[in-house]
């Protein structure tokens, strides 16, 4: 589970990113809106926290442009803007949850959690397809309980097709997600890779099915 967190306040980030990173999720933060656009452009994320009070763009604007540019990825506000207004202006803009500083770290990981369930259908720490299971917060794939050996870009292919679990995601979304320092991948290599994952998950009753000219989907051989 990958989330940007978008905050110039250095040592909050500092900390949201090893309490994050301690509850299974993967944080890169961006200090700027202009840096945030440029790794949504190149990166995979699942979730964006992020702060109003950025130093090159107003957050809301910054909200604004993401929604306009139709980007689908449940969005959280942490600010210290607390009026009943700005909380309104927020989520009238296309925040999903809106939180104000200071705040509780367990509270922050309790409505990321239930963000991540209402956005992504029920996920948790494992997600189960036929005989795997994905356990995020180990980053491990278990087969019957016992793990089985993955490359790194194996298991970001197959948490995304598992979080999503009959739905069809693009290629374009596969590349983003497996980009490394933003050199994403071509199709060639894409269709290298799900080959390769396909070959290690089939025989335990998980399936990669290819919808030509719209992307991949996860289905379950069981018929469950």
Known sequence: MNILLIEDDAVLADGLIHTLG??????????????AEHLLQAQGFDLIVLDLGLPD???????????????PLPIMILTARDGIN????????????????????????ARIRALI?????????????????????????LVDGQPIMLSAREYGLLEVLMMRTGNVVSKDSIAQRLAVDGDALTDNAIEIYVYRLRKRIEPYGAVIRTVRGLGYLLERSDGE
């Open 22 to 35: 301690d509850s299974g999720y993967s944080v890169t933060c961006a200090t700027s809106g202009a840096y």
């Open 57 to 71: 763009v107003d957050g809301l604007e910054l909200l604004r442009r993401l929604r306009n540019r139709k980007i």
């Open 86 to 109: 700005d909380r309104i202006n927020g989520i009238e803009q296309g925040a999903d949850d809106y939180m104000t500083k200071p705040f509780e770290l367990r509270e922050l990981e």
């Open 117 to 141: 369930r209402r956005c992504y259908g029920g996920f948790s720490n494992d997600i189960v397809s036929g005989r795997l299971t994905l356990d995020t917060h180990n980053h491990q794939v």
